[in-house]
């Protein structure tokens, strides 16, 4: 046994380790490890280097640091998932202020403002998805559309999901991660000229097995699924949920997903109000009608008003509390632990600022600044500005097959003038060959896009 003693790891003592072996009835430590199998031990010794002062860690630190590029520092065409908007100053005044940065879970005797902080945000985010009730937030898009499912399954007691094609394929991964082996699924196809949803195979592969439809619209790849009536009268024939995945930002000039029949809507967070933090800064949320039969599914928080015994005078709480995890524990429906509430508080400051014209006139900003792009990309030999013929959203594909040169090799020279192309599809997508999954925002100004447009004009007429 290591004589050693670590000041911050607790239980270092070796007397203190070995009385711990006897309470359990072993003789080492290695003894516990026996489960793991041998060639997957590590038999060397650990690179582990000279502790530094806080001098010295600060120096290196900021050294790694500095070697990342930034969007402050090169202009940005990614998005694919996390995305470039702009974050009003205010968002993040409020989101660090201690009694919401530092607050973790919480019960009514610590509260500083945080239910009923959170309640707005609910609420906000309620009237722009045109539904009754809004979770505090899940870590993400794809822990909300998991969750979103598996409620939809516990509602039918069905066990097969099937999927639009052209969902996320890393989201998909969680998904079925998250809801193996409860749950079975199968993709649907989709025209690959239009993006759309091939309904002839969604009725086909429909059954009254099928617990819930999924698709996101904008999807993924940036077009808008405008046959929603249509998928939702599909899944209401067979008894199925409809799930649409969203983003939220769009919904000033779209119509939300719950007028199109969509009986749960998820999506993320993270264009209202915060920061791509190097793709982290995510936080997913799950929107539904005002049904008991959905509610009671909700694994995670939710926070009402009510009023108290002082007339005139209102608090903020747990709604049903009894059916979450922190209640019920091991029998939950789903086990939930720290969440991302603080951004549910900068996303409720988000749309507090903009209010419904300000997020209508901030769609139609990024449908004109895209709308350009593909127009301008449209002019160059050989490209492709929008591989999709649908309408779409901030998102597009552009095809670049007839320039005979790889995204890849693309992307390369872009940053060599400080550009970050937009995201490979060649190994999500093979069908769509050598493209790349364009992102434009209100960030972009002409003169951004122009500068693209020319740099991509100089690197495909090599």
């Known amino acids: 046994m290591s004589k050693k003693v670590h000041p911050y790891i607790p239980n270092m003592v070796p007397e203190v380790k070995q009385k711990m072996l006897d309470e359990i009835g072993v003789h080492s430590i290695n003894e516990l490890y026996s489960c793991i199998p041998e060639k997957l031990r590590f038999k060397g010794t650990m690179n582990i280097p000279k502790a530094l002062n806080e001098l010295e860690l600060r120096r290196h630190i900021e050294g790694l640091l500095n070697k990342n590029l930034s969007t402050n520092e090169y202009l940005n065409f990614l998005g694919a998932g996390c995305w470039q908007h702009f974050i009003p100053a205010v968002c993040d005044e409020v989101n660090q202020r201690a009694e919401f940065l530092t607050a973790y879970a919480g019960e009514p005797y610590e509260d500083h403002g945080r239910f009923q902080a959170l309640f707005e945000y609910q609420s906000l985010m309620a009237e722009l998805m045109d539904m009754e009730v809004v979770n505090v937030p899940t870590f993400d898009w794809a822990q909300a559309a998991a969750t979103s499912i598996r409620m939809a399954s516990r509602i039918t007691k069905r066990s097969k999901v099937l999927f639009a094609n052209t969902v996320s394929p890393e989201r998909k991964k969680i998904i079925i991660n998250y809801g193996t082996p409860q749950l079975t699924f199968e993709d649907v196809n989709f025209n690959l000229n239009t993006g759309l949803m091939d309904l002839t195979d969604l009725e086909e592969k429909l059954s009254n097995d099928v617990a819930a439809i999924y698709f996101e619209n904008p999807s993924y790849l940036g077009f808008?699924?405008?046959?929603?009536?249509?998928?939702?009268?599909?899944?209401?024939?067979?008894?199925?949920?409809?799930?649409?995945?969203?983003?939220?930002?769009?919904?000033?000039?779209?119509?939300?997903?719950?007028?199109?029949?969509?009986?749960?809507?998820?999506?993320?967070?993270?264009?209202?109000?915060?920061?791509?933090?190097?793709?982290?800064?995510?936080?997913?949320?799950?929107?539904?009608?005002?049904?008991?039969?959905?509610?009671?599914?909700?694994?995670?928080?939710?926070?009402?008003?009510?009023?108290?015994?002082?007339?005139?005078?209102?608090?903020?709480?747990?709604?049903?509390?009894?059916?979450?995890?922190?209640?019920?524990?091991?029998?939950?429906?789903?086990?939930?632990?720290?969440?991302?509430?603080?951004?549910?508080?900068?996303?409720?400051?988000?749309?507090?600022?903009?209010?419904?014209?300000?997020?209508?006139?901030?769609?139609?900003?990024?449908?004109?600044?895209?709308q350009y792009a593909v127009m301008q990309l449209n002019k160059i030999k050989n490209i492709r500005g929008s591989r999709i013929t649908s309408p779409f959203f901030k998102e597009f594909i552009i095809d670049f097959n007839d320039t005979g040169l790889t995204v890849e090799e693309i992307n390369k020279q872009l940053l060599e003038h400080k550009i970050f192309g937009g995201k490979d599809l060649s190994k999500e997508f093979p069908q769509y060959g050598q493209s790349a999954l364009c992102c434009v925002t209100e960030v972009h100004t002409k003169e951004d896009i122009d500068k693209l447009v020319s740099v991509l004009s100089k690197v495909v007429s090599k």
């Open 224 to 370: 808008i699924e405008s046959q929603g009536q249509e998928i939702s009268n599909l899944a209401k024939k067979y008894g199925a949920i409809m799930v649409v995945g969203v983003d939220p930002i769009s919904l000033g000039i779209l119509a939300p997903p719950s007028q199109y029949g969509a009986d749960i809507v998820c999506g993320d967070l993270q264009p209202l109000g915060m920061h791509m933090n190097f793709s982290g800064g995510q936080a997913g949320f799950i929107a539904t009608h005002n049904d008991p039969t959905f509610i009671n599914e909700y694994p995670s928080r939710l926070f009402g008003i009510i009023p108290t015994v002082k007339e005139g005078e209102y608090g903020f709480g747990d709604i049903a509390y009894d059916r979450t995890s922190f209640a019920d524990r091991e029998n939950g429906k789903e086990s939930v632990g720290t969440q991302t509430a603080l951004w549910g508080i900068t996303a409720g400051v988000y749309l507090s600022l903009m209010g419904p014209n300000g997020m209508y006139d901030l769609g139609q900003a990024i449908m004109q600044n895209s």
